[in-house]
């Protein structure tokens, strides 16, 4: 992967800037803008157009999401919704293997394997699973009735970390074809580094490998991330403090936090999207 001078610096200004309105719009806290920016630039800056409009596309469908339904949000959790902003380790866990993909593809040699075209299609299985776990998420919560849980299959309250609805279902994998589509939208037709756009049997690769990421986020969040018990209040959190004081664990592992779990899921993307890739979207070559 070439790189100039005006694309690092164009990438590392959008960074900046994007970081900067995220910041003041308080979609991050100031720790989460500086991960964002270090994210941010090494995609921006040494990826430039094609790794930069997936990436965009979730950060920004994703933030919208947050608010769409807030009335509904709130009496599903019987309770006002706060909608805080991400710090870095949620922005690290979201976007740190992505970061890595773009920085591994930019360190080939040529005729390695992978190839750069190759990376970026992991790049994109990567951010399809963010983006299909936040979509299910988000839109998920507004399913009528209640939710099951993934591995029991038993209604659970919405919100249950594991709980899966059709609604939510369905919202995640538009959330993977979102990010596929603007992937292939950005792929500059005749690019040396990409060579040809991928063909219907790759998209189909990353769009099911992303939404088998958010399947995974949901079953680790149902086994073994672990679960608090407030000692004040008496919920249910995925925190180890809750109103001011430490909460008593109630399942799954301290070291599995949320956002253990979603770097997990989008390393099961990653590793999915290869096995597709290879055995069933390149053979049809």
Not at 80 to 98: E, H, S, T
Not at 173 to 191: D, F, H, K, M, R
Not at 207 to 219: M, P, Q
């Amino acid at each position: 992967m070439s790189l100039s001078a005006s694309q690092v610096t164009i990438g590392i200004i959008a960074a900046a800037l994007v970081s900067f309105a995220a910041y003041r719009t308080k979609s991050l806290t100031a720790d989460g803008a500086v991960a964002a920016f270090a994210v941010g630039a090494l995609v921006f800056g040494i990826g430039g157009l094609p790794y930069s409009v997936p990436i965009l596309t979730f950060f920004i469908t994703s933030s919208l999401l947050s608010a769409v339904g807030r009335t509904r949000k709130q009496r599903v959790y019987s309770r006002p919704v706060r909608y805080d902003p991400r710090n870095a380790w949620q922005v690290v866990a979201n976007g740190g293997i992505p970061a890595f993909i773009v920085c591994a593809a930019a360190l080939l040699p040529p005729g390695a394997t992978p190839s750069s075209r190759d990376w970026f299609l992991l790049y994109l299985s990567a951010l399809a699973s963010a983006n299909a776990d936040t979509w299910a998420t988000e839109i998920g919560t507004l399913a009528p009735g209640r939710p099951v849980h993934i591995t029991t299959f038993r209604p659970v309250l919405p919100g249950t970390s594991g709980a899966v609805s059709l609604l939510g279902t369905l919202a995640g994998l538009a959330g993977a074809a979102a990010v596929t589509v603007s992937g292939w939208l950005a792929w500059p037709e005749g690019s040396e580094l990409l060579v040809w756009r991928m063909d219907v049997a790759e998209g189909l690769a990353v769009l099911w490998a992303g939404f088998l990421g958010s399947l995974t986020d949901s079953v680790l969040g149902a086994t073994i991330q672990a679960m608090y018990e407030c000692a004040r209040c008496g919920k249910v959190v995925e925190t180890g403090r809750h109103c001011g004081a430490p909460a008593r664990l109630l399942s799954g592992r301290r070291w599995v936090t949320n956002d253990a779990v979603n770097a997990l899921a989008s390393l099961a993307a990653v590793a999915a999207a290869w096995i597709l890739l290879r055995y069933f979207a390149w053979p049809l070559k």
